[in-house]
């Protein structure tokens, strides 16, 4: 098939390239390297750089394409505080951008790359996709916002749609940046490092770890899975973790003894998150195949930056 991979240079978009690569299809990435990099991508991938707003540049790259990816955005819920107009042009703005590019050039199918963020504050768990959404940040409100365009329009236009609402995705090569780090590389580098680690809220919260290679199974399912249009699907572990339990989870693989300080909690996070699965298994034949403790190993295994530190330290 012939994909075209927006965010392709980020975390999930150079591993899903880089997958669809791998099992021999034609893969045409998109990324202003923003945040990406390019040094991810196995050659067979053709990168242009370019912003996901400048839709002559879609038309372009999106002749003869069979479905989209539309993973560009940008992707922290904290910094999402800071600037919800920037969150709103890229993730909103550049998801109707999609769209109507699709549109004009004729593509069949999309699959957005959505985010349990959506869900917010919920009174029970797991999270099931015919809950209410109650966004908490920018960042999730910009998310539900696009899995509405893409529904709305894509039913007038008559694209396929499909949004995967993937929770708190891990694995090697996620990105950590100085500032709003995710987690899991943040926890792994101050693990390694003998520097305390700084947890935010008091240890209970829970989130749902979900592995690279999980996470690339729901995304390449979703491209020709024959029941999906319109459809709002989430991608998890099905595991619910509390910081305490990944702190101990990064102990017992690191092998060190961690030193740990609880800070004051980050506007726009949530109590608990928790997916539940039914539909991703009935529509998309998913079914994890990662817990937590064999990604963190992997992770460490197969990151230069955390196998090189941890044979450092
Ligand atoms: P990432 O930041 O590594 O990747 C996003 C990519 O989009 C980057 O390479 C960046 O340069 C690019 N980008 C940003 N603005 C752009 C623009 N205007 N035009 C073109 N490219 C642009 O993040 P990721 O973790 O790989 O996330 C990929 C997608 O998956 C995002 O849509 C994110 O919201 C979604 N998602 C990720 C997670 C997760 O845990 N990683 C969870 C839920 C949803």
């Not at 937590?292 to 295994?301: F, I, V």
Request: with cysteine; glycine share 8%.
């Amino acid at each position: 098939m012939n994909f075209l991979v927006t965010g392709a240079a980020g975390f999930l978009g150079a591993a899903l390239c880089n997958r669809l690569v791998q099992a021999g299809h034609n893969v045409r990435g998109l990324d202003d390297l923003s945040s990406g990099d390019p040094a991810r991508l196995l050659p067979q991938v053709h990168l242009t750089r370019g912003d996901v707003n400048d839709r002559p540049k879609l038309w372009t790259l999106l002749q003869g394409v069979d479905c989209v990816y539309h993973l560009a955005a940008r992707v922290s819920v904290p910094e999402s505080v800071l600037y919800p107009r920037e969150y709103n042009a890229v993730n909103v703005g550049g998801t109707v951008s999609v769209m109507e590019a699709m549109h004009d050039v004729g593509v069949k199918r999309v699959v957005l790359a959505s985010s349990g963020a959506v869900y917010g504050e919920q009174s029970r768990q797991p999270l099931r996709e015919d809950m209410r959404p109650n966004p908490r940040s920018p960042y999730a409100v910009s998310k539900l916002a696009a899995e509405y365009y893409v529904r709305t329009i894509g039913a007038l236009w008559k694209i396929e749609t499909v949004a995967l609402r993937i929770f708190n995705a891990y694995g090697p090569g996620q990105p950590l940046p100085v500032a709003h780090a995710p987690v899991i590389p943040r926890f792994l580098k101050q693990a390694l490092t003998g520097g305390s680690i700084v947890a935010f809220g008091d240890g209970s919260q829970t989130r749902d770890y979900v592995y690279l290679d999980d996470v690339l199974d729901a995304l390449v399912a979703a491209a020709t899975a024959p029941t999906v249009d319109q459809q709002v699907i989430n991608v998890g572990s099905g595991e619910e973790t509390s910081v305490r339990d990944l702190l101990s989870c990064l102990a017992a693989v690191t092998g060190r003894k961690l030193d740990v300080i609880y800070s004051r909690a980050e506007d726009g996070g949530v109590s608990r998150m928790c997916a539940d699965l039914s539909l991703a298994a009935e529509k998309l034949g998913f079914r994890p195949r990662v817990g937590l403790a064999e990604g963190l190993r992997l992770t460490l295994e197969r990151d230069p930056r955390f196998s090189l530190l941890k044979v450092a330290n």
